[in-house]
């Protein structure tokens, strides 16, 4: 599976931006997307993920309420609207996708986009 992340940018606090990920690859469906981010000097870190059907979602803390992760099967794409920005969401956000398992550490999945910036200004 390749990943290819787009969306990224520099939002004002308060602002909303929307992510998304393009994948190849024709069995999409049965993989679990996730969203980290890293942060200058910080440890990447868990966002949300999706299961394959789309059944079931998870956040992080920090963002649940503020940020929504979905999937469109049909098209290989995951989306991270994110509203609400805050400064503390800059970061270099990855999309991930896992074969199975539904864990948070982002040594569980086995594929890695490139990753886009989100900037958000105080």
């Known amino acids: 599976v390749q990943l290819q992340a787009s969306g990224g940018g520099l939002v004002q606090a308060g602002g909303s931006l929307r992510l998304s990920c393009a994948a190849s690859g024709r069995t999409f469906s049965s993989y679990v997307m996730g969203w980290f981010r890293q942060a200058p000097g910080k440890e990447r870190e868990f966002v949300a993920h999706i299961r394959g059907s789309g059944s079931s979602t998870d956040y992080a803390d920090s963002v649940k309420g503020r940020f929504t992760i979905s999937r469109d099967n049909a098209k290989n794409t995951v989306t991270l609207q994110m509203n609400s920005l805050k400064p503390e969401d800059t970061a270099v956000y990855y999309c991930?996708?896992?074969?199975?398992?539904?864990?948070?550490?982002?040594?569980?999945?086995?594929?890695w986009g490139q990753g886009t910036l989100v900037t958000v200004s105080s």
């Open positions: 991930a996708a896992r074969r199975t398992g539904w864990g948070k550490p982002l040594y569980e999945y086995d594929y």
